[in-house]
Each structure stands twice: as structure tokens, then as C-alpha cells.
């Protein structure tokens, strides 16, 4: 065994053994669909116009989800109820009433100079009589304050930190905007003009109506000059726990009016334990069919890598845990689909060390191996670098189940990469090592050509010589998909459009499982239904009228006796305006960094082919589901982002392939050269997509309602995205090939004649 085995055998065990003790010993943060959580009902106290209401509740739902955020309260879910109520649905909250005080704090904070201190009993001006700013300080001393000069609208950034070196503890980091500096500047300088000692040389920093700091301007500080305009600190002797509600106070923003909570109360999983036992057992069954798929495939090496992906598995979950991610079903069956995703990059290593051995049948199965690993690491790192550059820019600029969906796909393509290519590594060299294994070829998996390999061999179907005629094809699949969204039109799930939320009392108590049975059976099976404080049951649909509600509350009263409701409100969607829009610009960020990466690292040409790819993959999924009348909802969004992530991926190792073959012979046809690398990359593109198959199929079909939608979005768009990176992406960057590549000037020839186009390079055989 060589030292860099051995170094990667122990890295493999250390990261074992601290992922088991994780998993062992922490346990997971479950979402409201798992475990349920903390419903509070938060209404405005503010009262305008209706329309100026909604607007005013809107826009305080948005700072809200942001303090949600920052608390650290993953995949919360907030819903505008009616005019002037917010409900908020928060899961695993270890101290609700934490919760609730930062929630519903205004957070006004404002700067203000010090006019000076405040004689007991004076609250008016002495001259005009107007009623003045007078609040105590710190110590409790009277401060006469003068009008707000800078509001927390001017702080870009808080953070809280422990400043040791001047002993003032933990305090809070300012950074302002670039306008909002220049008035802090000159709040000081104003500040500064008076003696050392005097109370108007303090500034008055003001949080709902309370002073939390009030220092002195230093004496270094000259008059007019002021403090430099980039930020400040909050002192105030504060515990690291009020410095962190500080700052995700400012950073969040104040609310546009005050709030107060006149409802809190503890409510159940959306799930019954009958589907997610369900949804588990298809888990199970989905990830030992890839398991033996993949044993069958390759043998001892692929026994290995099944190895291999159960201590992925392992990782990520305790990754999951370690950082204190909400786990929720879709993230959960993301997770174990990304089990079966996990796969490729051992199949691109093995394909690799297959093509060695045919080529050179002499040479050793370890050499094969390495050199396997060696040519598949550029494919396997540039498609993980592009949907690491989505997953960071889906987090950073994302929120909600959009920031979350990103720290989920991070985590699980760093987890796989280290499955792959230092644990499978690891057992494989260890398993090539072996006499044995090396002289039996029908054991090792990789040293004798698959049947795909073999039959493409045979055959040699020469695809690309009319790349214009795939092009049309996929054209017309996007349009038929196209006109299902315009003719049946995208039924939007209660996430996006709102609805109605409906609570009733039953005499007989009725559990989750039984009333989503009965509501389904009646006609209401998209209704979401919880439990709610005392046995009560909550049920949240999308549009309904009154005879439809009267239709609900019948079919539940044939399992729970006498229905009695005890609150009917319209309420808002939970992924609202904003959200929604900020998923768009995340979305259409991470495709243009997308973009330009590939066109680094390959041509813009290819670049555009897996963009084109991804929009036809994308839009058919769309279409899809709008022919067969399914609802678009959260975990249709959780499925749409998976698909993304694999059309890119799957386009990536074929032109990477491309250029490999292409840097050897740059005399040969493009055509050529695509047609050789799609089939050379086709036994990896099946055996991927086979091992993501029988657990989506799994799921499908065993895990119930819940999961049904997921798993046929993401069947839809495998089985559409293995289409499109063979038959969208390399033709379509060979029509850009052909339409925008010149060949060099030739003298004495016109400059017309240098701009035609490379048909020596592009067409198959056909030379000039």
C-alpha cells in the first residue's frame, strides 16, 4: 500500500469516526412537516387604509422572515392572515419565548445628539413649550435628547463580537451606508465641539425608545471633524446573548409598525408517523436497489463504492446535524436522492479505468485505477465547482427554503466529492493491491468493457451529422410544454397564491393520518393539516368558497363526531413577492456565474449549449406538470433546483469529454469529436442515472401523497436532462461552432472569403 493509500485511508477513518460521534450523539432539528413546532399569530397595531394595511403587513412580514434568519430558525414559515395578522410557524424552537421577544420588538433605532441633561419633572421646552425627548441613560440619568439626526434605515451591517483588548466585552459592530456615514461624521463633529466632560459632547444611540448607549465623543476628536464615517460600535455591558438580539435586531430592520402577539401555541407535524415511516422505508429500499445496481455493474469495486456512499451518507447527515440544518421531508429526500447522485463520480472513475483496460489489456488494474482517477477528476471537479457556485450564490442571495435547499446541495457535493475521491479511492487501491483481484477479471468490475460499452462498440451510430434536427426536436418538445402552461396554466400551490385557513374542534379526537385520508377522499387532497393546541385540527388550503369550507368540515365530522370551527381566516403566501423574486435574481446570478465559468474553463460555445440545456430541461418539467394538473408548490421548487443542478452537471462531464478528445486531434471534425465523446460518456450517463432512478421510483411509489410530486418532477427531469446533454447541449454548441468560428486569413484572399465558415472542422469527414 503506497503512502498516499495510507494517508487516504486514515483521512477516510477520522472523518468517519467524527461523523458517527455526531450522529450519535446530536440530534437532528426536524421542520414543522416532521415534528411540528411553535405557531404565533402576530397583528399590527397600526390601522390606515385597507390597501395601505396589506402593503404595511407585507412589508413587515418580509423583516420578520429576515430576524427569523438571523435567529437561526431554518425553513420558518410566515403567512399574511387577513389585513393586519401575521402568522408565523416556527419548528424545533427550543425557547419560544426567546423567540417572541425578538419577533415582535419595532427596533427604531435612531442616533441623536445630546442637548444636555434633563432636571426631574421637565418634559417641555422652556421656550416654545413643545414636548421634548427626555430619556434616561444607561446609569439612569436624565438625557435631554435632540431630534433623531440618523435612523437604523442608514446601517448596512451589525455584527456582534467580544472586544477584549479595551475590556469592553461584547459589543455590536456598525457599518453604515456611504450617506448615512457622512451624518454619523457630522453628528460627531457637532458632538465634539464641546468640553471633554461636558453631557453634549455624548451621542445618544436610541432603540425603541431607549437609550442603550450614550458615550462620550473621545477628546482625541477635534471640533467639526467627527468620527470616520464607516461605522461605530454599541457599548453597553452586554452578555453575548443580547449582543447577537442586538444585532440581528438592526440588521433586520425595524418594523414599519409595532406588533403584538395575541395568539402563541404549540402545533404538530403536517406528516402523520404512517408517511414519514412510508417515506423512510422507500428510502431505505431506493438506496439498497442502487447499492446493488451498482455492485452488479462493477463488481467488487462497485460493492466498494456502495461502501463508499453509505459513509457518504453518514457524513453528510452529521454535517447536517453539526451545523443544525432543519431537516424537512423534501430536504430529507433531496438528501437521499443525492445518496444516489452521489454515485457519479465513481462511475466516471470506474468508465475511465475500463476504457484503460480495453486499450491497453497488459497493464496493471492499479495503473488503470489511477489513471481512471486522474483523467475523471477534471469532469468530476468542474460539474461539483459549478453547483458549489450555485449553492453559495442560492444561499448568500436567496432566503427562506431557497437559502436552505442551498446549504442542503453544499453540503452534499462536498460530502460526495470526499466519498468519492478519498474513500472509494482508498478502498479501491487497497482492493488493486490485491493478486487476486488483479488476476481475476470477472471479479474486479473494471477490468472487462460493460455491455453498453460493447454495444455502442458494435454499433457506432453516427449522431451529429444533422445536429440542426435534434435542435428541432427538443424545439418542439419546449413548445408543446409551452402550450400546456398557456392552455391548462400553472395550478400554483397555496404557497404562492395563499388560501384559506380552516380550525376545528372535533368530539372525537382525530390524528393527522386519518383526516388527510378522509379530506383526500372528499375531494381535498393538496388540504396541509396539523394539530393545533389541544387536539384541534388545522387545516390550510388554497382558494375555497363557503360551500366548499361547509363540503370540508362534513368529511371530517364522519371520523371526529361533531365539527365545531373556531377560526376561518384568508391568509397571504408563505413564498411571497419578495421571496420570490429574490429566488429569481439568485437563480439568474448563479447561471450567468455559471456561464462564465464554463466559458473558462471550456469554449462559450459549450458554455451556452448546457445553458440552452437547462432552460429546455427546466421549462419541460414546467410543462409537465401543468399537462397533468399537478400543483406547483415548495417541494415542486426543492425538485426544479435539483434538476438544474443535474442538467448542468450532465452537460459538463460530456464536454469536458469533448475537449479531451478534441485537444488530442484539433485536425479532426468537431462533429466527429462530439459524436465520439457522447459515445464514450453514455455507459457513465446510464449507470447515473439508473442509481437516481430506483430511488426516485421508490419514492414514487412508496412514499404517499407527500412525496409523489417530488419524485415525478425530478423522474421527469433526469429522464430529460440525460435527453438534453446529449441531444440539446452538443448540438446546439455545434451550431454555434459552425455559425461564429472563422478560420485564419489566407492572403491574397479576400476578407470575406477568411470569415466563412470551418466546415473542414465541423462537418463529419467533409473537407475543403
Known sequence: MTRATTVRAVLAAAVLLVSVFITLTMSPRL???????????????????????????????????????????????????????????????????QAAAVIGRTAQLSFHEVLGAAPPGTDTAPETGEKRLILPDEQGARLDLGPSRLSGAGVKDATAFFEAQQAAGWTVKLDFHKDAGKDWTKLTGEAACHPAGDERRRVAIVLDEKVISSPQVDPSVGCQAGLPSGGTQITGSFTAK????????????????????????????????????????????????????????????????AVALAAYGVISYAALV?????????????????IGMAVDANVLVFERAREECQDRPTRSLRSALTT???????????????????????????????????????????????????????????????????????????????????????????????????????????AVAVAGIVVRGVDLGVEFTGGRLVEY????????????????????????????GDGDISVRTGKLDNDGEHALRTALATEGGETTKVRDELIGPSLGDELRRNALIALGVAVLVQLAYLAVRFRWTFAVGSV????????????????????????????????????????????????????????????????????????RT?????????????????????????????????????????????????????????????????????RAPRRDLLDNGARV
Open 242 to 305: 443580547e449582543a447577537r438580539d442586538l444585532a440581528l435586531l438592526i440588521k433586520g430592520g425595524a418594523l414599519p409598525v409595532p406588533v403584538e402577539i395575541v395568539e402563541q401555541r404549540t402545533v404538530g407535524p403536517t406528516l402523520g408517523a404512517a408517511a414519514i415511516d412510508a417515506s423512510a422505508q422507500a428510502a431505505l429500499i431506493g438506496a439498497a436497489a442502487t447499492a446493488l445496481f451498482i455492485t452488479f455493474v462493477y463488481r467488487l469495486f462497485g460493492a466498494l463504492a
Open 322 to 338: 453539526g451545523l443544525g440544518v432543519t431537516l424537512t421531508l423534501p430536504g430529507l429526500a433531496g438528501f437521499v436522492l443525492a
Open 505 to 532: 374542534s372535533t368530539s372525537r379526537p382525530v390524528d393527522v393520518e386519518t383526516a388527510r385520508s378522509t379530506l383526500s377522499d372528499a375531494g381535498f387532497g393538496d388540504a396541509e393539516i396539523t394539530t393545533a
Open 31 to 97: 421542520g414543522l412537516d416532521l415534528q411540528g413546532g411553535t405557531r404565533m399569530v402576530l397583528q399590527a397595531k397600526d390601522s390606515a387604509t385597507v390597501e395601505a394595511d396589506r402593503e404595511t403587513t407585507d412589508r413587515t412580514l418580509e423583516v420578520l422572515r429576515q430576524r427569523i434568519d438571523s435567529l437561526g430558525v431554518a425553513e420558518p414559515v410566515l403567512t399574511r392572515s387577513g389585513e393586519d395578522r401575521i402568522i408565523v410557524e416556527l419548528p424545533d424552537v427550543q425557547d419560544p419565548r
Open 612 to 683: 440552452i440545456a437547462m432552460v429546455h430541461d427546466v421549462i419541460i418539467v414546467v410543462g409537465a406538470f401543468a399537462w397533468l394538473g399537478r400543483p406547483v408548490d415548495g417541494i415542486f421548487l426543492a425538485a426544479l433546483l435539483t434538476v438544474i443542478g443535474y442538467s448542468v452537471n450532465d452537460s459538463v462531464v460530456v464536454f469536458d469529454r469533448v475537449r479531451e478528445l478534441w485537444a488530442g486531434n484539433r485536425k479532426t471534425p468537431l462533429a466527429t469529436i462530439a459524436r465520439r465523446a457522447v459515445l464514450q460518456t453514455v455507459p
Open 686 to 754: 446510464v449507470n447515473t442515472g439508473m442509481g437516481a432512478l430506483f430511488i426516485l421510483v421508490a419514492l414514487a411509489v412508496l412514499g404517499g401523497d407527500s412525496l409523489t410530486d417530488f419524485a415525478l418532477a425530478l423522474l421527469i427531469g433526469i429522464v430529460v436532462g440525460t435527453w438534453s446533454s446529449v441531444f440539446t447541449a452538443v448540438p446546439g454548441a455545434l451550431v454555434l461552432e459552425r455559425t461564429t468560428t472563422a478560420p485564419p486569413p489566407v492572403p491574397g484572399k479576400s476578407s470575406r472569403r477568411a
Open 372 to 478: 481512471g482517477f486522474q483523467k475523471a477528476f477534471s469532469a468530476v471537479a468542474d460539474s461539483n465547482i459549478t453547483t458549489l457556485l450555485a449553492a453559495g450564490l442560492l444561499f448568500f442571495l436567496g432566503s427562506g427554503p431557497v437559502k436552505g435547499f442551498g446549504v442542503t446541495l453544499a453540503i452534499g457535493v462536498i460530502a460526495s466529492m470526499f466519498s468519492a475521491l478519498v474513500i472509494a479511492r482508498a478502498l479501491t487501491e487497497i482492493a488493486a493491491g490485491s493478486r487476486f483481484v488483479s488476476d481475476y477479471r470477472g471479479v474486479n468490475g473494471i477490468a472487462r468493457p460493460g455491455g453498453v460499452r460493447t454495444w455502442l462498440t458494435r454499433k457506432d451510430p453516427q449522431l451529429f451529422r444533422k445536429p440542426v434536427q435534434w435542435l428541432v426536436i427538443s424545439t418542439v418538445l419546449v
